[in-house]
């Protein structure tokens, strides 16, 4: 009587389980897992785009590293949770925060009608309709918003609109503890 033999292919799907049960467990053990690490913390922020929305001043490392806590926010006319963060915006740069605006795939013209009807919370506004400057800063979508110290530094990454309890919790003590060092 000839032996069976297991097939060794039988076992792979429950170790591809196994691995995958322990990497979540092990990912939800972190110290606040739904807070997304930034490689990008503590080191200078990367270039902007070399192109301006029309009518609107290029955003350079200078306005960046200008001695005072400074917010970049990537946004776009086309997405909705930018128009809902937009007057916190407003409100931002009434308070005397400065703010670079970068626009994030999207058209010239609809960025410049959207700023010219909403209000331009931004000192600068770079565009990047192809998106080369969000990769050089780690974005992966509309909005996400950096908070820079006096040097250019960032010194918090802030994924989503800048609305409701979220903001509330973790933006805006991270800001104020920005514009106290």
Known sequence: MAKRKFPILMMLPPVIFMALAATFYFGMQRDNPDDLPSTFI?????????????????????????????????????????????PVLLDLAAQGIPIIGVNFK?????????????????????????????????????????????SGRIVFKFIGPLVGADYQNRFLPALQKALGS
Not at 49 to 78: C, H, K
Not at 108 to 131: I, Q
């Open 42 to 86: 503590g080191k200078t922020a990367p270039a902007f785009p070399d192109m301006a929305v029309t009518g609107y001043a290029l955003p350079t490392a200078d306005m960046a590293a200008n001695g005072q806590v400074t917010l970049v926010n990537f946004w776009a006319s086309w997405c909705p949770p930018c128009r809902a963060e937009h």
């Open 106 to 150: 999207d058209e010239d013209a609809k960025a410049t009608e959207y700023l010219a009807r909403d209000g331009n919370p931004f000192m600068a506004v770079g565009f990047d309709p192809a998106g080369r400057t969000a990769i050089e800063w780690g974005v992966a979508g509309p909005p996400e918003t950096f908070i820079l110290d006096g």
